[in-house]
């Protein structure tokens, strides 16, 4: 167990509506990274937040966005859902630069 | 743009045996980090192992062991005296140093434990 937690567990959607998942970094750390992971694939980097701001991102349209609260929590936000959004969203916390651990993520699935 | 490669998909292993799980990358950076996770199938990504480009020395976690190539970009695993546990997805994957960074992740290699 890395101290990450994420919820929902899995979720439901139909294309066009609009979804947020969430994210709870361990304890001290200041940095949460967002990843999509497709069916039999690797994670992508969809973004990162470290102090609130985003501090860089992936190659993804800007119906994805996100925020970082003060306590470090993160949300991750999708607009229009597609069909193809239907991954795992796996969110990482660290300590500014140092090691990600990730949280369990969320199943999303959009009909 | 940074690539990770694993070129073999599935890999099966006699428990107790020692298997080694394939990695290379491309990079023009000098400074970066490489790293080993493990998926399995309650999907948690769990870190196995961690290596500091600079360092010479192949890092080792108590069954788990990197040969760590530079030169020739290649970054392997080796897991020895296989557990039933070790069953799941592998991930190599990199990250530059100092930098803002996003971790890029390979395709994986499925490793199943044979008893």
């Known amino acids: 167990e890395t101290g990450v937690t994420q919820s929902p567990t899995h979720l439901i959607k139909t294309r066009g509506q609009q979804v947020t998942l969430r994210c709870s970094s361990q304890s001290g750390h200041n940095t949460v990274s967002w990843y999509q992971q497709a069916l039999g694939q690797g994670p992508q980097f969809i973004f990162q937040?470290?102090?609130?701001?985003?501090?860089g991102r992936g190659n993804f349209p800007p119906r994805f966005s996100g925020l970082q609260f003060p306590n470090y929590s993160s949300e991750l936000n999708v607009n229009a859902l597609e069909l193809d959004d239907s991954a795992l969203y796996l969110c990482?916390?660290?300590?500014?630069?140092?090691?990600?651990?990730f949280g369990p993520g969320t199943r999303l699935t959009v009909l | 743009a940074q690539t990770v490669t694993q070129s073999q998909p599935e890999m099966s292993v006699q428990e107790a045996e020692t298997v080694t799980l394939s990695c290379t990358y491309d990079?023009?950076?000098?400074?970066?980090?490489l790293f080993w996770y493990k998926q399995p199938p309650s999907r948690q990504m769990i870190l196995v192992i961690r290596q500091e480009a600079y360092k010479q020395q192949n890092a080792t976690e108590n069954r788990f062991s990197v040969n760590f190539q530079k030169a020739a970009k290649s970054f392997s695993l080796k897991i020895s005296d296989s557990q039933l546990g070790d069953a799941a997805m592998y991930f190599c994957?990199?990250?530059?140093?100092?930098?803002?960074?996003?971790?890029?992740f390979g395709k994986g290699t499925r490793l199943h434990i044979l008893p």
């Open positions: 994957a990199y990250r530059r140093m100092n930098r803002d960074d996003k971790i890029i």
């Open positions: 990482a916390s660290s300590w500014g630069l140092d090691t990600q651990y």
């Open positions: 937040y470290y102090r609130e701001e985003e501090n």
């Open positions: 990079t023009s950076e000098s400074d970066y980090y």
